[in-house]
């Protein structure tokens, strides 16, 4: 099994920063690719930007230009760093890890971004 633990929400102000960090741990898995969702009240899971094993990067036209997704696959590291935030970016993030080769995906558990307009 893998765990995934992410950390750095919180509460900021409109056009203020925040950033995410996600660990993996437990069994070796090779990993394809690591990324973020989040889900605000009421609506769907929302993919955010995901990184894969070849280092290239997705995010989501909401985000393009504002938010930068990092990390270390080999390490298992991935962050989020979120820019010029708005109220609508309020939700709950997740770390996703897809298993390389397999449909296996694992999911944290959350953190809340809550932005103040």
């Known amino acids: 099994q893998v765990q995934l633990v992410e950390s750095g929400g919180g509460l900021v102000q409109a056009g203020g920063s925040l950033r995410l960090s996600c660990a993996a741990s437990g069994s070796p898995v090779t990993i394809g690719a690591m990324g973020w969702y989040r889900q605000a009240p009421g609506k769907q899971r929302e993919p955010v930007a995901s990184i894969s094993l070849s280092g290239s990067t997705n995010y989501a036209d909401s985000v393009k230009g504002r938010f930068t997704i990092s990390g270390d696959i080999i390490k298992r590291i991935v962050n989020l760093q979120m820019n010029s935030l708005k109220p609508e970016d309020t939700a709950v993030y997740y770390c996703?890890?897809?298993?390389?080769?397999?449909?296996?995906?694992?999911w944290g558990q959350g953190t809340q971004v809550t932005v103040s307009s």
């Open positions: 996703k890890l897809d298993r390389y080769g397999t449909r296996d995906t694992y």
